[in-house]
């Protein structure tokens, strides 16, 4: 069974960095994409960003694009969420989500597996 955990969230300033990390287990990911999602009060939850295991390549949100970085650690079987320049408007909680594909997966309703979310609360 695949098991996802997230951490790295807390409370910051406007402009300043966090790094969320999402350790999974549970299974060979060579295969799989791992994605990050975040759902803000009130609101559904979007994508922010995807990457796939065995290449490397990712695809970010229009809405983070330039400020957050998606890698992942193969041999730490983490991936990461780089967020700079937070600003207020990023608040939310954060998941990550992985499936088995060889393609960057934006939809969340394709993903099989979840984390618990860690939250994430930027102040003006």
């Known amino acids: 069974q695949v098991q996802l955990v997230e951490s790295g969230g807390g409370l910051v300033q406007a402009g300043d960095s966090l790094r969320l990390s999402c350790a999974a287990s549970?299974?060979?990911?060579?295969?799989?994409?791992t994605g990050w999602f975040r759902q803000a009060p009130g609101k559904e939850r979007e994508f922010v960003a995807v990457?796939?295991?065995?290449?490397?390549?990712?695809y970010h949100a229009n809405s983070v694009k330039g400020r957050f970085t998606i890698s992942r650690d193969n041999a730490k079987n983490t991936v990461y969420l780089q967020m700079n320049s937070l600003k207020p408007e990023d608040t939310a909680v954060y998941y990550c989500?992985?499936?088995?594909?060889?393609?960057?997966?934006?939809?969340?309703?394709?993903?099989?597996?979840w984390g618990q979310g860690t939250q994430v609360t930027v102040s003006s």
């Open positions: 989500a992985a499936k088995a594909s060889r393609r960057l997966v934006t939809t969340q309703r394709e993903y099989d597996y």
């Open positions: 990457v796939n295991w065995n290449d490397g390549y990712t």
């Open positions: 549970g299974r060979t990911f060579s295969s799989y994409v």
